[in-house]
């Protein structure tokens, strides 16, 4: 279905874009980066897609770098010419120019799915709705929520793994990071509302990085459905705070939803609504599934490495053995887990959950001797790194002692971004997984049933069928 209608977009448009393209590769003739803008309208996107439905998304950097010189090249994705940074250099080229020669641009299903959100605001809005984010998710602000994250993976772990012998990792972790994302961001805790909202959340997501074909049966139609779906639900959910704010049966600082409607920003103005809704959105999309990603790719590769499995339990039961039968972990404890926290940035390095970002020149400028024009969007992606033998020697090795000492050099290892722009869920995700790991480890061993099955990246690794495990529990 969703072919047919590429293929009468297709015809329809193409000669509007061939000549766009055209006109923009020969418009004063710049010195542009080497590379191929592909194919009209789709440009290079099949080729982007299928690396990653193969599981090997960096595949299609790695190609073009091979032949275009390891600095940049031109691309076409998503509808827009593009030009891609690469290795640490192109990094620290774009995280350090933010809004001096670029700023941060998604693609059209994304602005048109997040209207109102930081994603897309003006410069200054979104330097305000960052400060205003960061006041919940600073680390000081969110030692506070490590003993709540224990008792949810606490209760979590009791009602949908304990006595069970198998269960679908990929389906729980989502559960519980969605569930986790609800609970401290809105108090959302009926478990019913939850999946609700998280079925929609996956049909969303599925359409944030394709072609914005706003027709029946597409990706992106079902996406925009969905998340006008969630939005109503959210009008709701803030109207009814609102009330409970007026009339003192909600706390101003219970949670991230009345933090934002009681707060105003730097120059007194307090986010309207669509604001509110569009930015809860975003938090609650990149608040869940980028670290339920992680998490299941750390089963996987735990799964297939006993030795770094050992050495996580013995670091989770030291920490267990020096706190009180029932007592929750505290932010002292995730301090302790470095072993743990190196084990996660190795598989972020592997399989990163996001695989790069986009910007626009704002100017005109030039990069490695090419002409970058105003307009343009620009790409940094961990693929241009993260595999790199020259920063990660043998890097097809897990080896997470790479993190040990100062660690990887700089601008190479970008999960999370860098610069003003950096992902402000970074400390979150951090507990999020380490929680998680935590409460996993002390309970059960695991294998895979499939231990071949393959993992998608669409647009995050996603495993093909679900990542099913066999449980062993510790005797005790
Ligand atoms: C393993 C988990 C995560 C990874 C790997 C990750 C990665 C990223 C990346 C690569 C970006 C784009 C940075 C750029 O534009 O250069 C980003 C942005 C963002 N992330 Fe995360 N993220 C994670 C978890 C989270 C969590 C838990 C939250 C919320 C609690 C969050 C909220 C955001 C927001 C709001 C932005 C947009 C920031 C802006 O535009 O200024 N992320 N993240």
Redesign the pocket.
């Given at each position: 279905m969703e072919l047919v209608f590429l293929s009468l977009f297709l015809i329809i448009l193409s000669s509007f874009l061939t000549y766009r393209f055209f006109f923009i590769s020969k418009r004063k003739d710049p010195k542009l980066p080497p590379g191929s803008l592909g194919w009209p309208i789709i440009g290079e996107l099949l080729a982007f897609t299928r690396s990653g439905q193969n599981g090997t998304p960096q595949d299609f950097v790695q190609e073009r770098m091979d032949k275009h010189g390891a600095r940049i090249f031109k691309t076409s994705l998503l509808l827009e010419p593009m030009a891609v940074f690469c290795g640490p250099d192109g990094n620290k080229f774009?995280?350090s120019n933010e809004n001096k020669l670029v700023a941060?641009w998604w693609p059209t299903p994304v602005r048109k799915i997040f209207p109102s959100s930081?994603?897309t605001a003006t410069a200054d809005k979104?330097k305000q709705t960052?400060k205003l984010?960061m006041t919940f998710?600073k680390p000081e602000a969110l030692q506070k929520y490590v003993g709540t994250m224990d008792a949810v993976a606490r209760r979590h772990f009791e009602v949908e793994w304990e006595g069970k012998a198998e269960v679908m990792v990929f389906h729980l972790i989502k559960t519980y990071t969605f569930y986790l994302?609800c609970s401290l961001?809105a108090s959302i805790e009926d478990s019913d509302q939850v999946l609700k909202l998280g079925r929609e959340f996956d049909v969303m997501i599925k359409g944030i990085l394709t072609l914005p074909l706003n027709i029946p049966g597409t990706r992106f139609y079902r996406a925009t459905r969905a998340a006008e779906a969630i939005r109503r639900e959210l009008r709701v959910m803030i109207q009814q705070r609102r009330v409970d704010l007026l009339e003192g049966k909600a706390s101003p600082t219970q949670d991230l939803l009345s933090y934002l409607l009681v707060t105003p920003d730097d120059n007194g103005q307090f986010m309207v609504e669509k604001e509110i809704v569009d930015?809860f959105l975003?938090?609650l999309f990149?608040?869940?599934d980028?670290?339920a990603?992680?998490l299941m790719m750390i089963i996987k590769y735990v799964a297939e490495m006993p030795h770094i499995y050992d050495e996580i339990l013995k670091e989770q039961r030291e920490i267990a053995a020096l706190k009180g039968g029932d007592e929750l972990l505290n932010w002292e404890d995730i301090q302790k887990m470095r072993y743990s926290w190196n084990v996660a940035n190795e598989v972020?390095r592997l399989k990163?959950?996001?695989q790069?970002?986009?910007?626009t020149a704002i100017a005109d400028f030039t990069y490695a001797g090419y002409e970058i024009p105003k307009g343009w969007k620009l790409y940094?992606s961990?693929n241009t790194t993260h595999r790199d033998p020259e920063y990660f020697p043998e890097p097809e090795k897990f080896d997470p002692m790479r993190f040990e000492g100062v660690g990887p050099a700089p601008y190479t290892f970008?999960?999370?971004?860098?610069?003003?722009?950096?992902?402000?869920?970074?400390e979150?995700?951090r507990l999020?997984?380490l929680v998680f790991l935590h409460n996993l480890v002390k309970r059960f061993r695991w294998e895979t049933v499939f231990p071949n099955e393959k993992i998608r990246v669409d647009p995050m690794p996603a495993p093909a069928y679900g990542l099913p495990v066999r449980l062993f529990p510790h005797p005790s």
């Open positions: 774009l995280f941060s930081i994603l979104a960052r984010l998710l994302a961001f930015n975003v938090m990149a608040g869940h980028t670290s990603s992680t972020m990163a959950p996001a790069g970002a986009f910007r940094w961990v970008t999960p999370f971004g860098g610069g003003p722009r950096m992902c402000p869920g970074k979150f995700a999020q997984i």
